[in-house]
């Protein structure tokens, strides 16, 4: 008969492994509404001391222009003759509330500023990722259903060409081509004289040119905001059109080859509704979350491409300052551009959370 053998009292039972909860959605947000802060905070830092490698802002941008002791003056009025730990304590305080002080060049209030020129930056990005969305999701899905076929070859070559190409050159080339050579749309600017007049009698504009022209019933208007966003929405939005196609030829490849869709094709289930129905969508996941990053991308291309057409937003403005040498509107624009990246990619992130719940782990 065998013996049994008794296991000591204090050795532990084994136990069967839990299974892995779903992860919580409120805190997944919690947390990444909570990283905004330290983003802001971080850029913020990096760009003020950045700008004051160069010396204080007064001397940067009115030296040689003034007196010594005019200058000397100034340099005190404005505390930046002060410790520079004092100066960027003070100026995180003065973020904080919204005060970003006054342009030296001109003496603007740097919120007024941002306020007039923000919202044509803003139109700008937004028409441009249109743009990108329109030619990168249907030339990647042809891409990807015409794999290894000339569609896809040439597909490719565009998306290489799109993402290499500078954006400047980009506006170069279609200002010669679509304006000077054919006359389809204008030069440059953001509407033409009768419009910019007209907008700006508005009561309450929102500073977005079409939308305005639609609240007032002005279709005259609308239509010469459409001209001119053409030109500056494509020169921009091909850059990231290029990696839109890419991005989405390479998932819809992917999920091709998933094994519920060769069993919709073993089923007699068509190419085009398995492409349609069950590939289409599960692509479309990554370019929500790459949306989130391209916005950097092209808020950093409204620079080149709002001084190509002379589009007045904050690239225009930022350009203008640069040259002028006058850092402390430069520190606000970036600092504004950075709580926007900040909150787009959060925006972002909770699209890709309630769309694919794999996100949240």
Do not use: C
């Not at 222009?65 to 005190?76: G, K, T, V």
């Not at 019933?217 to 966003?229: K, L, Q, T």
């Not at 494509?234 to 490849?253: E, Q, S």
């Amino acid at each position: 008969m065998t013996a049994l053998i008794d296991l000591p009292a204090d050795e532990p039972a084994v136990r069967a492994p839990r299974s892995r909860k779903g992860g919580s959605l409120g805190k997944y947000l919690a947390v990444r509404f909570i990283l905004i802060f330290p983003t802001i905070f971080i850029l913020v830092t990096m760009v003020f001391f950045l700008m004051r490698l160069t010396g204080d802002p007064i001397t940067a941008a009115l030296g040689g222009r003034l007196p010594p002791e005019q200058l000397a003056q100034r340099i005190n009025e404005a505390g930046y003759d002060r410790p520079l730990l004092v100066q960027y304590v003070e100026y995180l305080g003065q973020i904080a509330t919204g005060n970003f002080g006054r342009t030296i060049s001109d003496n603007l209030l740097i919120s007024d500023m941002l306020a007039t020129y923000g919202t044509a930056t803003l139109e700008l990005a937004v028409n441009s990722l249109i743009v990108a969305l329109v030619i990168g999701i249907p030339f990647g899905m042809l891409a990807a259903y015409k794999r290894d076929k000339w569609q896809d070859a040439i597909s490719r070559v565009l998306a290489i060409a799109f993402y290499a190409t500078p954006v400047f050159f980009a506006g170069l080339l279609l200002k010669l081509v679509f304006s000077s050579w054919l006359g389809w749309f204008p030069v440059a600017g953001r509407a033409g004289t009768v419009t910019e007049i007209s907008m700006a009698q508005l009561a309450a504009p929102s500073g977005i040119y079409w939308l305005d022209a639609l609240r007032s019933g002005n279709m005259p208007a609308f239509w010469d905001v459409v001209e001119h966003s053409v030109l500056p929405a494509v020169a921009l939005g091909l850059l990231t059109a290029g990696i839109f196609l890419r991005l989405v030829r390479t998932n819809v490849i992917g999920t091709l080859s998933k094994d519920y869709v060769e069993a919709g094709r073993s089923r007699g289930v068509g190419e085009y509704r398995l492409l349609s129905k069950h590939a289409y969508k599960p692509a479309l996941i990554p370019i929500i979350t790459v949306m989130g990053l391209q916005i950097a991308l092209l808020l950093g291309g409204a620079v080149l491409t709002e001084t190509t057409f002379e589009w007045k937003g904050l690239g225009f403005q930022l350009a203008h300052y640069l040259t002028a040498r006058d850092f402390v509107a430069v520190q606000g624009i970036v600092a504004l551009l950075a709580v926007i990246v900040a909150i787009t990619n959060f925006i972002v992130d909770v699209i890709a959370a309630l769309i694919d719940p794999r996100v949240r782990y």
